[in-house]
């Protein structure tokens, strides 16, 4: 019955993990920051993944630890923070592999004593409470695990893991199938579904059931595994006999000694023991000759014991399947001898051991079963050792089954032939020592001595053709560098050059260069013609120079809506009028000294603004005297709506004068409402204290900003308010009395008294309007406000011509310094350019707006203020003064060889989110433009970790600009005297440019944030404020102190005082720290937010003292009070989400950003509130609603018909309407009608979100008017009728801009987004709304979008939630750090192709040669990392080779062949490299015949054919390999791609071997750059086998004889018979190579024909380009293909981009009109676009 119920559920987890296999999102698990998300790995996954890796060969253990090492490290060296776990429970599944069972068990103990990893084994199961209790504490957001076992048992055991994973929230990672490269690892991502938390609940107790029935199973499979080698011996008694074993053994050897010798004679003793034995039992089991059953009598002494023995084994007793004790004996003598050889030999003369294909005989493994089983039991028990000198240290090491083989096949085969070879003198002693040992330890009978080695003739080794692997039979070419006569090779690489292998130039390899025959169809294409650029090809928005009234109409709504688009940016409204103003040169020295005399003008003019501002405040004056009287009316009957009233007065009033007589009025209010308040109130405990802030406000307010207007009088009323408060001390100090006050006086003051010290109130309660420290002195060079001091050294940097890094907070106002650049620029000349790069579409559309809102020029004819250049679309970029772009476009227009006289005019370059030079797409090419650029540049971030890195980096690349000007410069000069005029008389030098690079950095927000935790309690939303410091724990502080930007609101710091005084009882410092006696605050009426923050870091300093000082258990303690206690239900919180809109609108926390990492996620959340909405409207609605408007519409529908009738009537009769009476009625009656449909159809205001106050409807309708035909148009208007809206990558950018403007003017107050919001995107708000984790919630993401909250000057304080975020991570991601920038591995074969062609057809020679070496010499990845620079090098040596071979440049480094159409795909290397060598080679011609000759139409068999080749070459998205086991049916899509054709299958097989010989080549030649001593240590442990040469042994010389072919391979590797030659096979692991030469296979541009994971399973590719190309269906792809929408969407999208700019490049390069493969390419591109555009 329960075998039943364990089959059946058994494959219903498999079908429910299946189904979610194809889902899987493979992306990276770290989000590019210094520590990841925690997260789990199962041990297990680990070791079968390692051991099933292609490189491995089974019985090396030290390899199997340098491939368990090497990927932690890995992990760890992009921040991994993980835990590993190895379950009791999984190790049943090993029973059929005891020599797995031994190595995890080491592997355990390795891990756990040689790393710092934290390594968990108590665990029975993922079904036990431990694990669900551990879970709930560390929360971990995945956890890696295999998919498949190395039997169903294990798979089964996966599977379990798997589904429990789900159920408590964990994301599962697929361990097959990972991708490294050097900042990520990519891998399979199994998201934690709703739907999985309800399979474990529903089917809880067959879970269990099933699990039960496993665990019986594997019960009985122990048994069944040991019973024939150990007979009547069950698992216990092995566990005693390893005991005593040990126990022996620390008797023997008190003094202690190592794992590897310990472990050598403890193990063949048991084995032999238990050998005997087992030959004992056999034969008492057996029958004698004559038929009798023989018992064996017990014995007596050991010579007994000894006889027994060699009669026990006589041949005529054992069958013949059986070998005999002695046997086991010799195996053992080879064991130890090849121990004593591990101990020896360094892993530099092991890495050389000749490889033995042979496999072991049948009989042996029967024996080498028992002895793993041996061992096994022995490393169970090591603890025994706890009390006992034993070095751990080689667990790594303990056996190296490969060399046993060796020296076994020497001893069977070389030595029984006469070649009698020494074992040197340590060796033999050694080996002597380790047998006499065991001969100790072995009891039961004598061991033979330990010479001679063999006294048996068995052969332990199956005998084969040829036992030794031939290094020689595959090895790599030793190919020679072909000679190139460049000097820009010259120059960057020159050094290296001369130790390199040159081929002479009568080589074969060289001449065949000479001319390579292009085949006969190809003598129509012109490859070398300069191919139109992305430019050119980029859609241009509108016809610049077009004069057609259409055109220009469109042009002009353009500029109208971008103004208006702008202008709900900022509330900047008014535009800088731009002046030309010619500049002499020596206006740059600086500020000139003040003239002595004032001229006439100045005097008039100084006179005129005089008079001008006293007319100014007399205006003011009068209109304050107008409004007073109802503004103090309001204030008498609510105060507070009052002073709202008089602080909107206050915001738009200029006269210091007025301004202070209001606040005095404003004053004098608060006091008596604070009187009537405390009177009415007398008796009750509490007070409303919101009327005493707002006196406080007041009070501040006055002696900060008009303390010089203040009389005697004035002075007095604030004493008096402040004795009302029960501040006496302020007020004496503000204005002494004389008279001593009586007690009953004091009595009566009493009750008006707020109840506690004056500074506490302030940090309590009025900690947002705290005063901010702000300059009151004006900047002449900004109109609009006050600059801070950082603010203003960025105004100086730009007015100096510098360039700066600048870090500050999220809307602190960085970017005030890029627009004022502009601006300067502007004025400078009509000439000069400034480029802004922004990372997104979105944003360079925002910008856009705002610069065309802000500034307006007259500019030339032709000439324009503001361009944009997207890879979608373009509008006037080289003729415009800003141009807006992304990074590749700029990097288009930088590399473009005949776009140099344009990149002259860039004076300036702003990069906007500069940290995405760190991110995972695109970011070389950050590096790219910030080395090429000559001018000057701003680089603004709100977060990065290491900011002075950055710019010494910038720096040192400034310093090179600097030389390379003056070098120019020179030249230049020189060439006017000879008299030869250059190319380009006034360039960038005309402006001096500075070459310093300044680092500003602010860290203060305007506005705190405070953070809060939702959580469900009785189906309501409950929030809990989160302290910053409940994210710490002492350890944190302890070893990294508080991080820098973990900052506390004032009544944040009260509560950790509050905290700490009420945990630790006799504090010393309690009362110094008391609010009311800290120094900063002590007798002072103004405290400021600096104050404050002073206190904070008192605070925090004295934590940390009390941490490092020994109270740190009090510390704790605080920590703990100080979180909250929200906890969190399994409840589906998507649908929970619109009460939790509901809850903070009645909080008035809106408008507010809801953040949640999920397309699908965000449409559905805001399509949920509003259908949360309509619902409560239906609810509200009168029962007979819906049908009165039925009839109203209908009576509508007439009375218009009837009126357009009577207009026809009217028309006809060219006569005066007589019945002028008849249609007026029905306008009147039309308008009635309409008015009470929009009445009825109305929705209420509590059941929309909306601000209808916010937009009026004109505005509205533009806006909506723009989204009319769009694929989310309708849906999103539905939805911001409702005040809601989303915004998400895939939408339109016309969508986008609806809901961002809606969204600024304050109309929509509820916004669910993808993290596309927190790039820089303007949209700030009340509070931000974290609802969904995700791996791409990180410390960076969070702090980008966190500070979306808090507008500055609506809101003194940003509120930020956390909806469905698990505890652990909200800790985190407060407490990380942000990203180190990290360079990226820099170049790629097609960037040198285009440097290449830069280098050589660029206009100005010179510039370009400068601009291709500042590429090439400063990457981040080798700033200060000589060996790096070596390596980029000789990777650039390596393209140049390929390039030249390839036929794509000349051996003098200039472009031919089809270098054009190679760089123009550049976005898709390798792919663009094959498809070009598809071309060459005449493939495409053959494939694409017209259905008849002369046509010029193609069939659909050769339109799929063209595009399955296509979809091999471009947008590869593979399944994981078990999907591929699934019995699915598909209905429209074929789901896994079919296999290349054979001919394109062999063209590529035969482009990817001549890669991969040249690059094992250059992998040979960069080996020399490795560092061999960390080579010869394990990577994470750090053990080292180094150590002296063993020299006088002849069998080691004789052993370790390999020493050719093992250059660029890990030692490691090479100990599993592994040679360079494996480097050509295409399926050899990328990490077989050296690990610190810093490149890998994994930058070869090869292109797989078949990829397989790392287990050797095929990875099948997803067809769904081919598919959507056949069925033309979204849906399709969605359902078979298993795809998101949204991705999808963008797939096909750039699948069409890139047939498009294929076909328009083949078109360019051909000038045959009728060329076959032009016109197939033409036809596909323009199918494919037209299915697409359907969508």
């Known amino acids: 019955m329960e075998e039943n119920v364990f089959t059946k559920f058994s494959k219903k987890m498999s079908r429910l993990i299946m189904d979610e296999m194809p889902k899987a999102e493979y992306s990276s698990l770290f989000n590019d920051f210094v520590e990841s998300e925690f997260f789990l790995i199962d041990g297990d996954s680990l070791l079968i993944t390692c051991i099933c890796e292609i490189s491995f060969t089974p019985g090396q253990s030290l390899h199997f630890f340098y491939l368990v090492e090497r990927y932690l490290v890995d992990l760890i060296s992009k921040g991994g923070q993980f835990t590993v776990v190895f379950f009791k429970d999984a190790e049943h599944a090993y029973f059929n592999f005891p020599e797995l069972l031994s190595l995890r068990t080491a592997l355990i103990l390795h891990l756990q004593n040689n790393t710092t990893i934290d390594v968990q084994t108590t665990f029975s199961g993922c079904l036990s409470e431990e694990w669900e209790s551990f879970l709930e504490e560390g929360y971990p957001y995945f956890l890696i695990v295999a998919d498949e076992g190395l039997n169903d048992i294990q798979t089964h055991l996966f599977n379990f893991l798997i589904i429990h994973s789900w159920a408590r929230k964990v994301n599962v990672v697929l361990s097959s199938g990972q991708e490294s490269d050097v900042l990520r690892l990519y891998a399979y991502l199994l998201p934690s579904m709703y739907r999985h938390q309800i399979f474990l609940q529903t089917n809880k107790q067959t879970i269990e059931v099933a699990y039960i029935t496993l665990l019986n199973q594997l019960e009985r499979y122990k048994v069944s595994a040991l019973a024939p080698l150990f007979g009547s011996l069950e698992w216990n ?197 380790l047998w006499n040992t065991i001969s100790k330890l072995v009891r039961d009978f004598e061991v033979g001595q330990p010479f001679p080695l063999r006294t048996t003739k068995f052969c332990f080794l199956q005998k084969k053709p040829s036992p030794i692997k031939d290094s020689s039979s595959e090895t790599v070419p030793n190919l020679g560098f072909i000679p190139m006569s460049s000097s820009l090779v010259d120059q960057f690489a020159g050094d290296i050059l001369k130790d390199l292998p040159f081929l002479k130039s009568d080589d074969p390899i060289v001449t065949s260069l000479v001319k390579q025959k292009e085949f006969d169809e190809l003598v129509h294409w012109h490859s070398h013609k300069p191919l139109s650029d992305d430019y050119d090809r980029t859609k241009c928005q509108f016809d610049e120079k077009s004069r057609d009234p259409r055109a220009l109409k469109s042009l002009q709504k353009y500029h109208v809506f971008q103004r208006f688009y702008g202008n709900s940016l900022e509330t900047v409204s008014s535009k800088v009028i731009v002046t030309q103003t010619i500049k002499s040169k020596k206006d740059f020295s600086g500020p000139k000294s003040k003239k002595a005399h004032e001229t006439k003008a100045e005097i008039i003019a100084r006179e005129n603004k005089k008079r001008l501002f006293a007319k100014e405040e007399q205006k003011e004056e009068q209109k304050w005297n107008s409004l007073s009287f109802s503004i103090e009316e309001e204030m008498k009957a609510n105060l507070h709506s009052g002073i709202k009233k008089l602080e909107d007065f206050l915001k738009f009033c200029k006269s210091s004068s007025v301004k202070f007589r209001v606040e005095m009025v404003g004053l004098t209010a608060c006091l008596k409402a604070w009187k009537e308040h405390c009177r009415s109130e007398e008796g009750k405990i509490t007070k409303d204290l919101s009327v005493a802030v707002q006196m406080m406000k007041r009070i501040h307010s006055l002696m900060e900003k008009y303390s010089e207007l203040l009389q005697e009088d004035d002075r007095q009323l604030i004493a008096r308010c402040l004795k009302y408060l029960g501040f006496d001390e302020l007020a004496s100090s503000l204005h002494p009395t004389q008279d001593a006050e009586n007690d009953v006086k004091a009595k009566k003051r009493n009750k008006y008294s707020v109840g506690m010290g004056p500074a506490r109130f302030q940090l309590q309660y009025m900690g947002h309007y705290l005063i901010r420290d702000e300059r009151k002195d004006p900047d002449p060079r900004v109109q609009d406000f006050i600059p801070d001091t950082w603010q203003r050294e960025l105004l100086d940097v730009v007015d100096k011509n510098e360039s700066a890094v600048i870090v500050a907070p999220t809307s602190s106002g960085k970017t005030y310094a890029s627009y004022y650049c502009m601006e300067k620029v502007l004025r400078e000349s009509n000439d000069g350019v400034v480029v802004y790069v922004a990372p997104t579409k979105a944003l360079v559309n925002q910008v856009a707006a705002t610069v065309q809102n802000r500034f307006t020029k007259s500019l030339p004819s032709g000439e324009a203020l503001c361009g944009v250049f997207t890879r979608e679309y373009r509008h006037e970029a080289f003729n415009c003064q800003v141009l807006i772009t992304v990074p590749a476009c700029f990097e288009i227009l930088l590399l473009a060889p005949h776009r140099q006289n344009w990149v002259k005019k860039i004076r300036y370059v702003i990069f906007d989110e500069v940290h995405c030079l760190g991110g995972e797409i695109g970011a070389e090419i950050w590096e790219h433009l910030l080395v090429m650029i000559r001018c000057p540049f701003l680089a603004l971030s709100a977060t990065i970790s290491n900011p ?342 895939a939408m339109n950018f016309k969508e986008k801009q609806l809901v961002e403007i809606l969204f600024r003017k304050g109309f929509l107050r509820v916004v669910t987004a993808t993290g596309t919001l927190a790039l820089g995107i303007n949209m700030p708000c009340r509070s931000v709304v974290f609802a969904q984790n995700s791996v791409y919630l990180d410390a960076l993401n969070y702090r980008q979008m966190s500070g979306r909250a808090g507008r500055r000057g609506q809101d003194l304080m940003g509120d930020v939630y956390f909806f469905d975020i698990p505890f652990p991570k909200i800790g985190k991601l407060i407490k990380s750090n942000v990203p180190e920038l990290r360079g990226q591995f820099p170049l790629s074969i097609t960037l040198v192709l285009r440097l290449m062609l830069l280098a050589s057809k660029g206009d100005d020679p010179e510039d370009a040669k400068a601009k291709v070496l500042s590429v090439l010499k400063h990457s981040l990845l080798s700033f200060k990392q000589p060996r790096a620079m070596d390596m980029l090098k000789l990777y650039f040596l390596f393209s140049l080779q390929f390039l030249v071979k390839e036929g794509y440049l000349d051996q003098g480094g200039n472009p031919m062949g089809f270098a054009g159409l190679v760089s123009h795909l550049h976005y898709h290397e390798p792919s663009n490299l094959v498809f070009v060598s598809f071309l060459v080679s005449g493939l495409f011609h053959d494939l694409c015949q017209p259905t008849r000759k002369g046509s010029k139409h193609f069939s659909q068999d050769v339109m799929e054919k063209l595009m399955l080749v296509l979809a091999h070459l471009f947008g590869r998205r593979y399944f994981p390999p078990k999907f591929q086991d699934a019995q699915y049916d598909f209905y429209q899509s074929k789901v896994f791609l079919d296999d290349l054709p054979e001919d394109f299958s062999d063209a590529l097989d035969e482009y990817n071997r001549k890669i991969m010989e040249d690059f094992s080549t250059f992998l040979q030649i960069v080996s020399k750059l490795a560092d061999m001593n960390q080579e010869y240590q394990l990577p994470l442990s750090k053990i080292k086998f180094t150590g002296k040469e063993c020299e006088d042994s002849q069998l080691v010389s004789h052993l370790m004889s390999c020493k050719e072919g093992r250059v660029a391979i890990s030692p490691f590797v090479c100990l599993s018979g592994n040679f360079d030659g494996d480097l050509l096979q295409l399926g050899t692991p990328n990490h077989v190579t050296l690990g610190t030469i810093g490149v890998n296979r994994s930058q070869a541009p090869v292109l797989l024909s078949q990829r397989f994971d790392n287990r050797g399973r095929k990875m099948p590719l997803n067809a769904y380009a081919l598919d959507f190309y056949k069925h033309g269906s979204l849906l399709g792809l969605v359902q078979d293909n298993r795809m998101n929408a949204g991705d999808a969407y963008d797939l096909l999208k750039d699948f069409a981009l890139i047939l498009k700019s294929i076909s328009v490049s083949l078109r360019e390069l051909c000038e045959n009109e009728d060329d076959n493969v032009v016109l197939a390419f033409e036809q596909l591109s323009t199918t494919f676009w037209e299915k697409f555009s359907n969508v």
């Open 948 to 1289: 002075e890195h950055l710019t010494e980096w910038l720096q040192s690349v400034k310093w090179y600009w600097k030389a390379e000007d003056k070098r120019i410069e020179n030249t230049v000069t020189s060439k006017r005297h000879v008299g030869r005029h250059p190319g380009f008389p006034k360039d960038h030098l005309q402006v001096k440019q500075s070459y310093k690079v300044r680092l500003v950095l602010y860290g203060e927000r305007y506005n705190d944030l405070e953070k809060h935790v939702c959580s469900v309690k009785d189906n309501d939303i409950h929030f809990d404020h989160f302290h910053p410091c409940a994210a710490l724990t002492t350890d944190h502080i302890e070893r990294y102190g508080f991080p820098p930007d973990l900052s506390l609101s004032p009544r944040e710091s009260i509560q950790l005082y509050d905290t700490m005084f009420q945990i630790w009882e006799s504090w010393p410092r309690a009362q110094e720290l008391c609010p009311e006696n800290f120094i900063h605050f002590n007798n002072k009426l103004v405290i400021k937010k600096m104050d404050v923050r002073k206190y904070e870091e008192s605070l925090k300093a004295e934590l940390t003292s009390w941490i490092k000082n020994g109270n740190i258990e009090e510390a704790r303690m605080v920590l703990k009070t100080l979180s909250p206690n929200a906890d969190f239900s399994p409840e589906n919180m998507i649908r929970m989400f619109p009460l939790l809109v509901e809850k903070l609108r009645k909080m008035e926390k809106l408008p507010a950003l809801f953040f949640l990492f999920k397309l699908g996620a965000v449409e559905n959340t805001a399509k949920s509130v509003s259908a949360f909405l309509e619902e409560k409207q239906e609810k509200k609605r009168p029962p007979k609603a819906d049908k009165e408007a039925h009839v109203m519409a209908n009576k509508l529908r007439k009375v218009k018909k009837s009126i357009e009738k009577q207009k026809i009537i009217d028309e006809k009769s060219q006569k005066k309407p007589r019945n002028v009476d008849q249609s007026l009625i029905h306008e009147a009656e039309h308008d009635n009608l309409l008015k009470s449909l929009e009445k009825n159809l109305e929705i209420p205001q509590d059941c929309t979100y909306a601000d209808r106050k916010a937009v009026d409807t004109e505005t509205l309708q533009k806006v909506f008017d723009r989204v009319k035909f769009t694929r989310k148009g309708e849906e999103l208007k539905a939805l911001a009728e409702r005040g809601i809206g989303y915004h998400h990558g």
């Open 237 to 433: 008694n092995m566990m005693e006999e390893a005991h005593e074993t040990i126990s022996l053994l620390t008797q023997i050897w008190p003094e202690g000694s190592d794992i590897r010798r310990v472990f050598c004679v403890t193990s063949c003793s048991l084995s032999l023991r238990m050998y005997h034995r087992f030959l004992e039992n056999r034969n008492s089991r057996g029958f004698h000759q004559d038929g009798q059953i023989r018992t064996a009598p017990e014995c007596s002494s050991k010579q007994e014991r000894h006889r027994r023995r060699v009669i026990s084994t006589s041949p005529t007793e054992v069958k013949s399947n059986c070998l005999t004790l002695q046997e086991m004996e010799d195996l053992c003598k080879l064991h130890c001898l090849t121990v004593a050889l591990l101990l020896h030999l360094p892993l530099s003369q092991r890495a050389c051991a000749r490889f033995i294909t042979s496999h072991w005989a049948e009989d042996t493994k029967s024996l080498l079963k028992m002895k793993k089983w041996c061992e096994y039991f022995i490393l169970r028990n090591i603890h025994i050792f706890e009390f006992w000198n034993l070095n751990l240290i080689h667990l790594s090491d303990l056996s190296d089954e490969l060399l046993l083989k060796n020296v076994a096949f020497y001893y069977e085969n070389e030595n029984v032939k006469g070649l009698h070879l020494n074992l040197g003198d340590t060796i033999m002693k050694d080996y002597e020592y």
